[in-house]
Nanobody, 117 residues
Framework: QVQLVESGGGLVQAGGSLRLSCETSGIIFRIYYMGWYRQPPGKQRELVAAITRGGSTTYADSVKGRFTISRDNAKNTVHLQMNSLKPDDTAVYYC???????????WGKGTLVTVSS
């Protein structure tokens, strides 16, 4: 059974930091492309950051220089370090695992991040 479980969300003041984690099980983690997405209230889900199997990263323009995605293949976990948080970062943050060559993907249930002004 595949599981992606996010943790680390919460309430933080603007300018603060949070570190999200996504622990996976049931997949061969090292072969998956991992991403963090977010869905602000009343808006569509959007890509925040992604990391390839080889460790290459990509970020949404809105978070460049503030967020860092990383992966720990030994612990089957992907992290999102979020610094200099803004109220606009308020959203439910989701972890996604993609195995593009097979057209397979899995989502976590999300963790809520609320940034107060």
């Amino acid at each position: 059974q595949v599981q992606l479980v996010e943790s680390g969300g919460g309430l933080v003041q603007a300018g603060g930091s949070l570190r999200l984690s996504c622990e996976t099980s049931g997949i061969i983690f090292r072969i998956y492309y991992m991403g963090w997405y977010r869905q602000p209230p009343g808006k569509q889900r959007e890509l925040v950051a992604a990391i390839t199997r080889g460790g290459s990263t990509t970020y949404a323009d809105s978070v460049k220089g503030r967020f860092t995605i990383s992966r720990d293949n030994a612990k089957n976990t992907v992290h999102l370090q979020m610094n200099s948080l803004k109220p606009d970062d308020t959203a439910v943050y989701y972890c996604k695992a993609d195995y593009y060559s097979r057209g397979v993907n899995y989502w976590g249930k999300g963790t809520l991040v609320t940034v107060s002004s």
